[in-house]
Structure formats: structure tokens, C-alpha cells
DNA sequence: AACAGACTTGACCAACCAGTCAAGATTGTT
DNA sequence: AACAATCTTGACTGGTTGGTCAAGTCTGTT
């Protein structure tokens, strides 16, 4: 049972906390910064949360679902590459609406994954690997143009969270105008030109390539 | 004038800072760590340089001129498509051979950018600004498939750098295999689709997307 | 050998850090 | 009003950090 002070102070904390841990990460981060952030003293954090790692964690365990979700979506049943095109639209849509959950994630990658080891090389894996086997089976059916649907999935997560992990840079670029105007018609265009499978109609699909026949086993 | 043991202990340093900065962040870096991995004491770091942050500063400004290099090489005289492929070619092979200065960059942008803002408001913005009317350019002349030019270099920047700087991430999904094979493959498959312009030969090329237009003044 | 300049470091400091604690303030309930 | 549970915090601790310094060692030159 949790109170309704419990509830506003630990969304405050959790507010300011991921305002400071994406901008500068883990180590950078202090615990004085997200108290005066969330508008509380320092030991005040620490009656809701046992350490700053633990802060930390709560973060992460927020954000993981959020982040397997749309991958989990792709239905296997649908158009190819209407699937795969709106699940980049969804991602695209993640780096606008949560640009700070994106650099919370890229931070812990660039520190090599310290507290996300077991999540990556478990659940995510596992869901990337059933999601390439589905790619490489609809490429095989000639429904998607030949592809690694590994790297294809990967090249989804850089396009997309780019946006957002290097917003910083994007703005200095181009000086004022909003970061992400035209990166929805300009992936659209992207996946489109890459995945749409050749004109040629009906009858014999081309071999996948053979980067994609550890998949094909599925 | 710089003596022998100079020379070999500011490489050693450096050499030792980009590991540990490149890894841990600049707050997150310690001198302690850096001093251990260079095989000097910490008070001989600081006989070197300055401070914490100059040391620093000097990774940088190695790192920035390298960073810029292939983009100037782009050839305003070449083939349009082969001069964006071989761009494309050699930012991946930076990312292979350079991955800790691609991490550096990205720990830098992810926090904001504080050190970098000059440079790419200045000479990276010129540079960019300049490389998108020669696309611009080239696009309007029907050799690329319509683009927005700036988005193009972006998508470049992101998908190369990207096997560095997630390259914890990509391991573990791997499990063991080299992270980046068949990236060379694969991103020559994307933009050979992306760039090829329409099949329709010689005439009317198709008036470029309205996001192009802001270029094409140059 | 002798000497100056270059190099090295143990011991230290002030600032900052995550986390503790005891004492007090606030809140909901009767 | 009274009381217990919840909430809040100033003052503190032990450890770490970037950086200093005086005293020393090493190196190249004569």
C-alpha cells in the first residue's frame, strides 16, 4: 500500500532523476542535483529509494517494457512490409515522445551495458532473434526484398533513437529549425526504396542472401 | 621543443584517456584510473597537462579533424552515387578501426555537447551545409533518387557510428560473432537502393522533394 | 665528475560525494 | 484533542576526487 504522498514524491523523484541521469549518466549524475531538481532534500530521496543505484534501476525497469513493446507488435500475419514500416514509424515516434529514455539507454550502452547485460543477452535477444527469423522467412517468400533482417532491425534502433541521442548536434546543425523535421518522410522514403521486393511478379523469389540463412531455420 | 620521454608519455596518456573517457564519460572518468592505465602516478599526468580537462580538450581536438576528413573528401566531380557510397565506405571503416573515438563523440553529444558547441555550429555546420547543395545539386540533375540531403548524412553518421557506439548492445545480441559482419554488405544494399535514381533514363528527372529546396540556391 | 634542467612522486588539501541518523514536523484517524 | 504513523531535514561521516607542493631522482651535456 502506498500513499498519495508516496506516489507524488516518487514521481518527482523519478521526473528529476531522469532529467540528470540522461544528461550526464550514471556516475555523472548526483544525488544533490536530482534532490534540488525534484524540489526535495537529499535524505528526503533516500526515504523513498534505498541508494541512487536503486533510483537508477527503477528507471531502467520502466523503461525496458516500453522498449520490447513495439518490436513484440510486428504481426506476423501482416503485410510485410507495412509491419516493418510501421514499426520504424513507431520507434521514430518514441524517440519524439521520450528523447530522454532514448539517452538513458544509449548512456548505459556506451558504458558497455553494466545493468542492462542480462536484460540484452536474455529477453532482447531472444525477441530479436524470433524477429529475424519472421523477416528472413518473408524474404524468402519473395514478400520483402532480400536483406540481413538483423541488420535490418538495427539499422530501425540507429535511425530512430539517433534523433533523439544526438539531438544536441542536430540542433546546432541546423541552427533553430526542429531536429526531427523530415525524418518521417525521409525514412518512409528509406524503407520503401529498401524493402519493397522486385517489380518482377508472381513465381521465383531469389535466394536470400546467405547472411540470413542462420535465420531460416525457424 | 619536446624531448624523447615526452613524446612517449603524453602518447602513453593520451592513449590511456581515450580508453577511459571513452568508456566511463568525462565526470565519470577519474584521473586515479587514467594514471593506472597510463603506468604513470597521478601527479605525473598533471606534469603533462594542465588539468583533468585539458587532457581531454586534446582527444578532441585529434579527434575533429579526422572526423571531418571524408566528408571534404566527397568529389563535387565524381560519380554522385559512388562519391556517397565511398563516403559511407570510409565512415564505416572509421567506426571499425576508430571505435573509442566514436564513443568519445557520442558520450560528448549525449551530454549536450558542452565542449564540441563551437565546432559544430561553426566549421561542422559550414561543411554540412555545403556537402547538402552538392546533393541538392544532384539530385535536381536526376543522378540521385530524390532526398532530403541533409537527412542522407545523418542517416550515414548514424548507421556507421552506430556499430561503435552500441557495439556492447549488438555483442550481446550476437552472442560472440563479430558485430559488425555484414555490415558492409548490408549498408551498400541500402543505399545502392536508396540512391539509384528512377531507371527512366535520359529526360525529365522528377522535380526534387520540396525539402531539398533550401539547398539548391548554392 | 659535476651540474642544470627535466622528470617523478609521497604526502597532502579542500571540495565533493553517497549515505546515516536523530530529532522534529506533518498527516490521517479515533 | 490526542496519538501513531508517516514524512522531512540539518548536521554529520567516511571515502573519493582533482589538484598542489616540496623534495627527490634521472638525463644529457660539458
Redesign the interface.
Known sequence: MSTRIQRRNRGLILEAALDVFS??????ATLDEIARAAGLSKPNLLYYFDSKEAIHRALLDDLLETWLEPLRTIDPQGDPQAEIMAYMRRKLQMARDFPRES?LF??E?????PRL?DF??GE??TL?EDRCQLIARWVAQGRL????P???V??I???TQ?YA??D???R????GTDPMA??D???D??YT??LSPPAAVGGDPAAP?S?CAKYSGG
Open positions: 544528461s550526464r549518466g550514471f556516475r555523472g539517452r544509449a548512456n550502452i556506451l558504458q558497455g551495458a547485460g540484452i543477452a532482447l535477444r530479436v526484398a532480400p536483406i540481413d538483423l541488420h535490418l538495427l539499422s534502433w540507429s535511425l539517433h541521442d544526438f544536441a548536434q542536430i546546432l546543425i541546423r541552427g523530415g525524418a518522410s525521409f525514412l522514403t528509406l526504396r529498401l542472401p547472411s
